[in-house]
């Protein structure tokens, strides 16, 4: 029997060196100068602060741009709301989607099920999921599919064995 593992994974050292290009981006750019903009990443979240709300995209944006250099999926952030904060400025903190919860894990078997692939059997185990087959093929359609679909989280498939 053959089988992967689909998970939903963030590389931390690279999420850390994003922050860390967007903040040093942030210190020397011209436009944002004097608007106290800020990017700080702790724990499993990430503070963007800013003087405005206009400014509060542009780092937003800046904070996107150094994440695609380093190809982490815009899945991987959830936005919370603009928040005023001290000072008479905003603040919008991003918290980091990773591992694959249970109602998500409910909507990806149904959907590998939905496939309707002959031998093909997915299984969760902690915050990943299992996908048996007997065929190799029949494996490779079900992850070409899941690529396909949005699940609204970034999904790595590893753990291929024949």
Sequence with gaps: MSSFDIS???DEQEMRNAVDQASRELATRFDFKDTNSSIELSGNEITLRSVSQDRLNAV?????????KR???MKALDYG???????GTVRQVASLVAGINSERAKDLNKFIKALGL????SQTQGEQIRVIGKKRDDLQAVIQACKEHDFGIPLQF???RD
């Design 8 to 10: 939903s994974e963030v």
């Design 71 to 73: 190809q982490i999926s």
């Design 118 to 121: 002959k031998g093909i059997q």
């Design 158 to 160: 590893g753990n291929f």
């Design 81 to 87: 709301k603009v928040e005023d904060a001290a000072g």
């Design 60 to 68: 937003r944006q800046v904070l996107e741009e150094k994440l695609v």
